[in-house]
């Protein structure tokens, strides 16, 4: 058709270049008449759309963003028009002049075009094909047929149609539903313009709901049913698979499988129609409520479920005959069909009578009776059934029951309680998705547990895989598959399908569906399952035979252990602590080792004819092949002589040739040496991919993963006896306590553990000390349990030395205190600086358990001693009995009663005796004696009466009772208080407090978890108490009271209550609102106002108990959770009243005063239920020496899944000195990088009454990147502005007010901050975090700009460098200056730039990735730190031989005289070998030769990185370079010594030394040992005389607190001349300084000069 001249212009032509439609510079004169513009506007990535032609002039449009609104209605963009470029993308037009006349744009809604063809998109459309908006839908089949004729490749597309959900990333609330079909999935980034256009924002990326990134369509079909649409931020995870809509079981429940009528059609093939007759039974109760399915089986294919729909609630009742017509593609000859039901609705049973189908294409009938039940609680409980074709009377292929038999994998947790469903495929056909119903065992799925389930199907022939799978749901959903075996009864076949993964979404590769094909018959599946256990059981057992380990190898048959004696015998006879049964390994190449003898290094194990001896480790014949078993057993075999193998008879002789099979062992359990030494990091395996691992609410769980949250290292309390610290929550140890075992432990005797051997399985035991006879064991689900030893194997563990420690343990500061704590063991009590204090104890205390007194040998009674009579009544009891006495001064207890055979004690009315040692507590007035139950009993006594008897004064108290101890009888406990009884009555009468306890009326405030509560009084307390009603499951209940009875000696006026709850699982979490002590005699009443989720969070620590105070002594007794201390201050944060104000994040508070400054202060995580919506949360914070309060910052760290926060006030009280003035700082806005301001932290200033109140200032910071190529960054920006009165914090530069994109070459970005008044600006700390592809950063300059008062102010802050880790120096952070008058002219006039000539000796290695840095000294000062870096990119320095040259930049040096080189200590370096320095100053031409010539390594020479040279000039004496000695002298103290890493730097008149490692010492043994002094060579040019040093440790290491009494430097060796540098405190994080790093100056006037006596 042709075209009409008079619609046609002036356009671009199809092959013009970018240039022509490039931007040019137009001059206008102001005389000029208006000049119309006709320009063509296309849209972004879409050639079919037919273009908008306008008229563009000042007239019609005044402004640019007119145009744009005017497109916005004519160009169809989910967001309107944004943005216009040339047709190529290259230049984008932001102003009408821009535009030129007769040119062709592209319109988008984003900053990135897609370039069109204007070829295709200039043609004259047909009148058919009129510009219209394009949907998403055309516009993908569109590119699809683009994509498949210009490259001939299409993406997968879907083929039947999948209802999936989706997800706006971060916000679960805005989501969609969508069909994917083959409409909107012809091309991935066409789906992406759909669901921009239907979530209403630039889709630009989808996630799965974990996390995983969706990269194109193939994945995106195979998604299980939900994904996550983001922009160009990252995945922000949110609870999207917490919501009902996600079902995991997409290909697994039939409901979830069957569509809509015609569902799969194929336009390859004609359809057929189908009419379908389905008769229900006349029997009571045969129709149903679900929905009905049918699919039909031919030799073609299969029509998938077609559902049989109609009008809801009278199809397939009761007699009925429903008829249907369906449609499916030719699927051949008919051969069977399944017909079946979603199980949905009131009354989902069917009784199916019979169902006939009608061939309307070729007239065809088909009957098939089926008469039974299709239900879930009727004969065999399933839902649908297969039924074959019948021809003659006779069905062409017969219905069999396959027997399928799951095994669930021997792994902790490995059960499930979910859905399981299976879908089994053969040559003929598929069974559909069945559940898997009814096993033959009681409980379904367990650990270790094979299940058998009846599949009845018609025969599918040959079997060639299965899907199997589960839905998801239940408390235990996760599953360990070992294996599916199908038994084919007609075949009598049986079919492995092996899997041994995990189906979680928490586990493996997150999926909960898997196809697992048949184990051919040929690759024998027995054969193929043992080789996968070998391989697994190597993976775990491999870091055995690492080099330098030393192992053992236990027979168990002989029971005894290889020896290699010196005379070259050999036996398995040997017990576990015979010397000549210590091998060490030797690494040849893979599984094949050297096991040499520990007691003679030259001798090892070795095979010859095929008889093991001892023979010099370098033959051949000593290499040996590793074998591990799948029971973890090694097979010794010979590497040259395959067959051989280490063997012994049955009398563990070395085994001859005469011996038969039977009577020879071969098999060897391999036990490691040096396990439990002290500060070893271990695992405790619990099989061979999981270890007992510490969770994040402080339980423990045998089904973790072996990374760092199961880490622990070993505290080695004495031989045998260790304690297991975790490595990822230092202070967090494992216990034994209350029935409970988790890692919650503070280091006390129930933290301690005997470790029990078992030489059989190479496993250990851990019994608890405290509790003798209760070992940590495992439930089937992983928990953590005390238990007895049964024999079974869940007490079993199986450690793994990720790190070795050392044989005997050292004291240190960071050990944990051996004291008891009686109620407080799951608190840390903060350590507060001391004075050097007395020799700690390095072995815990005495036990408490006291023997009869027949026992003892103690001549004559000391005046602590006391003994004990207890007299039993009627019924007695084997349990242990504890006592505790109380006195006017304090308690005594637990006492634990009891002698060498328990189960003498405490018969029916007998007295039993002990003796026992009360120390000072006054005059005695109560005991209280507490019965520990038996295992799997309810112990009961009956006590008559107890009396105490000081021995040496004879005094006698009596304690008449006639009561019980037992739960049997009128609900009592197990305990009981007994007054003093005098002239025959109580001192204290004996009091019934009724506790009231209030439960929240939050969501999910209730728990099931132990609650136990103590009462303290004036008169002592009543003990912990669990808080229990008979019969009551769970009784605290959301929004109900709970009362309990607590019978106790009358405790006099209630002072606080001590409440504790340690929920071990989210579930168990409590809302506790306020608890009520009322006393019956005195009607007195006590409130306790809780208002708080326990656990909860305080300054970093997890609390599972708090001390409430009663409302009227509030005021004087401000939370004391623990006791107040010199400037303790009480801070109460409040959070906004409605639903989103709270937050997960972790809140961190700083505190300004006039003297310092405190934080950061970590005040807890909304993790840990703080900071909910209408909450009050109160914390205990120590601001001793600040002075007074000017103001405080409070933010968070912008982390978990809801971190936005808002904050209504922060109200500031101090405790000590008590003050009765609160401080009331409102607040009353959002803390959150996407709300109001954009940032987290907030500043606010506390009047002073002598002083104006600071103003709250906005500092405009205006940040400029450099001009240079690759100026720009993507990294996330931070500065801190520091000024006279303090700084304003680290603050993320978040959102730019003058830029979308921030940072970009050659840009200015404005940011604003808000802050307290900082007085005159001094300096910025700016730095970046090197996130992101491209990380490095040119800064030119800082300005900043604020407005106090009515004056204006402006300060300069010049940078014009790199913030890059491979430029320039390689700093990412930079502290700037600000730039007073006239400074930036000196700055540049003194500045200098040195040409810096670097030669590598012929010998160096090749040069590796290691940074090297050069600093040059000075008579004006030194230089930075100047990296050593290729001026161009690619350009390989310090080849061999090479001189290498830079150009580096510093401030005005003066004089030179010295340099300083140092390499990076990176693994693998092999060194650098230095030939000469040559430094030529550009501006002066001074020019500096060094000779150097050394090597900078740590494997030859003086094992130095760091070297220092003198500069050699003519008309300058050279300085001489001094060996200092530098000896660091450790206290006597418990502790003293450490294992971290040492720095120090020496400081002199002529500048520093550096930070040096002292690494080598010249002392033998280990360094910085107690009560040790070690000495070390620093080599450094002369400093003149020395006046300070800087000492500090890294806090790597176990022990890495340090007591250091003094360093000494001398000049040499042979120097008379020492300088002292004293300080006799703690390097430690809790003790003394408080800090790791110290400033030493030299002792004033002391300079030493020893007169040593030579020898002459």
């Not at 002039?57 to 943005?83: E, H, I, M, W």
């Not at 805005?174 to 091309?187: A, E, F, M």
């Not at 409980?443 to 389930?453: E, R, V």
Request: glycine content about 8%; charged content about 25%; proline content about 5%.
């Amino acid at each position: 058709m042709s075209e009409t001249p008079s619609s046609s212009y002036s356009a671009n032509h199809p092959n013009s270049s970018e240039s022509e439609q490039s931007l040019s510079t137009r001059h206008f004169n102001v005389t000029e008449p208006v000049v119309a513009k006709r320009i063509c506007f296309y849209k972004s990535g879409d050639p079919q759309f037919n273009g908008i032609k306008m008229v563009v002039n000042s007239r019609s449009y005044k402004t640019f963003d007119a145009l744009l609104d005017s497109l916005s209605k004519r160009v169809p963009l989910p967001f309107g028009v944004r943005n216009i470029s040339t047709p190529r993308g290259r230049h984008s037009i932001t102003n009408l002049e821009d535009l030129e006349d007769g040119k062709s744009y592209i319109c988008s809604h984003q900053r990135k075009m897609k370039p069109i063809n204007l070829e295709q998109a200039s043609k004259k459309p047909l009148p058919w094909q009129i510009s219209r908006p394009v949907s998403a839908r055309r516009r993908a089949v569109q590119l699809a047929r683009q994509n498949e004729d210009g490259s001939g490749h299409r993406e997968t597309r879907i083929t039947t149609p999948k209802k999936m959900l989706v997800f706006k990333n971060g916000d679960v609330r805005l989501r969609r539903t969508i069909v994917l079909g083959k409409k909107n999935t012809q091309t991935f980034e066409a789906f992406l313009d759909y669901m921009s256009e239907l979530m209403q924002y630039p889709v630009a990326k989808l996630y799965t709901t974990d996390g995983r990134k969706v990269p194109n369509l193939q994945a995106l079909i195979l998604c299980s049913g939900a994904v996550v649409a983001a922009g160009r931020e990252p995945f922000k995870p949110s609870n999207y698979e917490s919501l009902g809509y996600l079902r995991p079981a997409k290909l697994l429940g039939i409901g979830n499988r069957v569509y809509p009528k015609a569902n799969a059609k194929s336009e390859s093939e004609k359809k057929r129609k189908w009419n379908v007759s389905v008769l229900t039974s006349d029997v009571p109760s045969a129709g149903t409520s679900s929905k009905v399915y049918i699919a039909l089986y031919g030799d073609r294919g299969s029509s998938g479920p077609i559902f049989l729909d109609g009008e809801k609630g009278k199809l397939f009742q009761r007699g009925n005959e429903d008829i249907f017509t369906v449609n499916t593609r030719n699927i051949g000859h008919l051969y069977k069909i399944r017909i079946g039901h979603t199980s949905t609705g009131n009354s989902p049973a069917w009784h199916c009578k019979e169902v006939q189908l009608l061939n309307l294409f070729s007239g065809e009938q088909f009957s098939f009776p089926a008469h039974r039940w299709l239900a879930k609680d009727q004969a065999d409980g399933e839902i649908s059934v297969e039924l074959p074709v019948f021809q003659q009377g006779q069905p062409i292929l017969p219905v069999t029951v396959y027997k399928v038999h799951v095994t669930t994998g021997d792994l902790w947790n490995a059960g499930t309680e979910a859905d399981v469903y299976i879908s089994v495929y053969g040559e003929r056909g598929d069974t559909g998705s069945r559940q898997l119903l009814r096993s033959q065992k009681p409980k379904k799925f367990l650990k270790g547990q094979t299940d058998i389930f009846s599949v009845e199907a018609v025969h599918l022939g040959c079997l060639y895989k299965i899907v199997i799978g589960h839905n998801g749901l239940g408390s235990g959903n996760g599953w360990f598959l070992d294996k599916v075996i199908i038994k084919d009864p007609i075949t009598d076949l049986d079919y492995t399908f092996l899997c041994h993964r995990w189906l979680d979404q928490g586990q493996d590769d997150g999926n909960i569906a898997r196809e697992l094909p048949v184990t051919h018959a040929s690759m024998l599946p027995g054969r193929q399952e043992l080789e996968l256990k070998r391989e697994k059981t190597w993976t775990a057992e491999k870091w055995k035979f690492r080099k330098g380990v030393t192992l053992q190898f236990y027979n168990r048959v002989t029971r005894g252990f290889i020896c290699l004696y010196p005379d070259s015998r050999v036996d398995a006879l040997g017990d576990k602590k015979n010397k000549y049964g210590l091998f060490d390994v030797n690494v040849k190449r893979r599984n094949i080792y050297i096991f040499s003898s520990h007691q003679m290094p030259s001798l090892a194990l070795a095979l010859v004819s095929g008889r093991v001896t001892g023979k010099s480790k370098d033959k051949a014949c000593c290499e040996l092949r590793v074998h591990l078993q799948p029971n973890s057993c090694a097979i010794l075999e010979s590497a040259s002589y395959p067959g051989h193998t280490v063997a012994f008879n049955l009398q563990g002789k070395v085994a001859d040739e005469a011996a038969g099979y039977s009577g020879i062992s071969k098999e060897f359990v391999v036990h490691v040496k040096g396990v439990f030494h002290h500060g070893a990091i271990i695992l405790l395996n619990t099989s061979f991919c999981q270890a007992l691992s510490l969770r994040p609410d402080g339980s423990c769980s045998g089904a973790g993963q072996q990374q760092q949250e199961s880490y622990w290292k070993v505290h080695k309390i004495s031989s045998g006896h260790c304690m297991f610290e975790s490595v990822k929550k230092p202070r967090m140890y494992l216990k034994i306590k209350d029935d409970q075992c988790d890692g919650t432990g503070t280091g006390d005797e129930y933290c301690h553990f005997k470790i029990e051997k078992n030489l059989e399985t190479g496993s250990v035991s851990l019994e608890s000390v405290q509790n003798k006879g209760i070992y940590i064991g495992l439930l089937p689900d992983g928990q953590t349990k005390p238990v007895v030893n049964t024999g079974e194997r869940n007490i079993f563990f199986y450690p793994q030395v990720i790190k070795f420690g050392r044989e005997k343990p050292m004291g240190t500061s960071a050990a944990p205190k051996q004291e008891r704590k009686e109620f407080r063991g799951s608190q840390i009590q903060p350590t507060k600086a001391q004075e050097p204090e007395p020799q700690r104890p390095s072995t815990p205390p005495p036990s408490k358990e006291m023997r009869n007194p027949q026992g003892g040998e103690s001549p004559l009674p000391s005046d602590d001693e006391w003994k004990v009579s207890i007299l039993t009544g009627n019924a007695g009891t084997e349990a242990s009995v504890a006592l505790w006495i109380y006195g006017d001064r304090g308690l005594t207890g637990p006492v634990t009663l009891g002698k060498d055979n328990r189960k003498q004690l405490f018969f029916p009315r007998q007295e039993d005796e002990f003796q026992v040692k009360i120390n000072n507590i006054g005059n005695i007035y109560k005991i209280r004696i507490e019965l520990d139950g038996l295992p799997n009993e309810q112990p009961e006594w009956n006590l008559q009466r107890v009396i105490l008897q000081h021995l040496r004064s004879k005094k006698t108290l009596n304690f008449p009772e006639n009561t019980w101890l037992s739960k049997n009888r009128d609900d009592r406990e197990f305990l009981c208080e007994l007054p003093v009884v005098e002239a025959g009555k109580p001192i204290y009468p004996i009091a019934l407090y009724r506790v009231y306890v209030h439960t929240g009326d939050l969501e999910q405030a209730d728990t099931d978890c132990a609650v136990y509560l103590c009462i303290y009084g004036k008169r002592g307390d009543s003990g912990l108490r669990l808080l229990h009603k008979s019969g009551t499951p769970v009784p605290f209940q959301r929004g109900m009271v709970s009362v309990f009875e607590v019978e106790a000696v009358s405790l006099g006026i209630l002072q606080k209550v001590l409440l504790r709850c340690e929920a071990s699982t989210k579930s168990q979490h409590w809302y506790c609102d306020k608890v009520i002590v009322r006393e019956a005699e005195s009607n007195s009443e006590y409130v306790f106002n809780c208002e708080r989720w326990f656990p909860f969070m305080s300054q970093g620590i997890i609390h599972s108990e708090i001390e409430l105070y009663p409302q009227e002594l509030e005021k004087n007794q401000q939370l004391k959770m623990q006791d107040a201390n010199e400037g303790d201050w009480k801070i109460t944060v409040v959070t906004g009243d409605f639903e989103t104000a709270g937050t997960t994040a972790t809140v961190f508070l700083y505190a300004y005063g006039e003297n310092k400054a405190s934080g950061p202060i970590i005040l807890g995580s909304g993790k840990q239920q703080l900071f909910n919506p209408k909450s009050e949360d109160t914390f205990k914070i120590n601001l001793r020496d600040l002075g007074q309060l000017y103001k405080i910052r409070i933010g968070h760290d912008n982390t978990g899944n809801d971190p936005s926060w808002y904050l209504e006030e922060v109200r500031l009280e101090r405790v000590v000195p008590v003050s009765a003035e609160e401080i009331c700082l409102p607040i009353e806005s959002w803390l959150s990088e996407d709300k109001d301001e954009g940032d987290t932290w907030r500043e606010v200033a506390i009047r002073n009454p002598a002083e104006e109140l600071l103003p709250l200032l906005v500092y405009e910071v205006h940040v400029y990147t450099g001009a240079k190529l690759g100026a720009e960054t993507d990294s996330n920006v931070y500065i801190n502005i520091v000024g006279t009165r303090g700084d304003a914090g680290k603050r993320k530069l978040h959102r730019s007010k003058n830029n979308n994109v921030k940072f970009r070459q050659g840009q200015m970005d404005i940011f604003c901050i808000k802050a307290v008044s900082l007085g005159d600006l001094e300096k910025v700390l700016i730095s970046h975090d090197g996130a992101g592809p491209g990380s490095g950063w040119f800064l030119d300059k800082i300005v900043i700009k604020h407005k106090e008062g009515e004056e204006a102010h402006e300060v300069v802050f010049p940078c014009n460098r790199w913030l890059d880790e491979y430029q320039d120096d390689g700093k990412t952070e930079r502290e700037l200056t600000a730039n007073k008058l006239g400074s930036s002219m000196k700055t540049f006039l003194k500045a200098q730039r040195w040409r810096v000539q670097v030669k590598t000796d012929g010998d160096s290695p090749e040069p590796q990735e290691c940074k090297r840095t050069l600093v040059i000294y000075g008579s004006n000062g030194k230089s930075d730190e100047l990296l050593l870096s290729p001026q161009t990119p690619g350009h390989v320095c310090f080849l061999p031989r090479a001189t290498d040259e830079f150009i580096v930049e510093t401030a005005d040096l003066g004089d030179v005289y010295k340099i300083r080189v140092s390499c990076d200590d990176v693994p693998g370096f092999k060194g650098w070998h230095l030939k000469s320095f040559h430094l030529q100053e550009l501006h002066m031409k001074q020019d500096l030769n060094f000779e150097c010539n050394c090597w900078l390594t740590l494997k030859r020479g003086d094992k130095e990185l760091v070297k220092e040279f003198p500069a050699v000039t003519e008309d300058q004496k050279t300085l001489p370079v001094y060996k200092y000695v530098v000896s660091v002298h450790i206290g006597d103290r418990w502790g003293a010594g450490t294992f971290a890493n040492v720095y120090i730097t020496l400081y002199g008149k002529r500048g520093d030394t550096g930070v040096r490692k002292l690494h080598t010492s010249l002392m033998k043994g280990r360094k910085f040992q107690r009560n040790k002094v070690d000495s070390f060579l620093v080599e450094a040019v002369c400093l003149s005389h020395l006046q300070k040093v800087v000492i500090g440790h890294d806090g790597e290491g176990y022990g890495a607190g340090m007591y250091l009494k003094m360093v000494t430097v001398r000049e040499s060796q042979d120097s008379d001349k020492e300088w002292v540098f004293p300080l006799w405190n703690w390097l430690d994080t809790h003790l003394g300084l408080c800090e790791t790093v110290c400033e030493i100056v030299t002792v004033e006037g002391r300079l030493l000069v020893l007169n040593c006596l030579k020898s002459t």
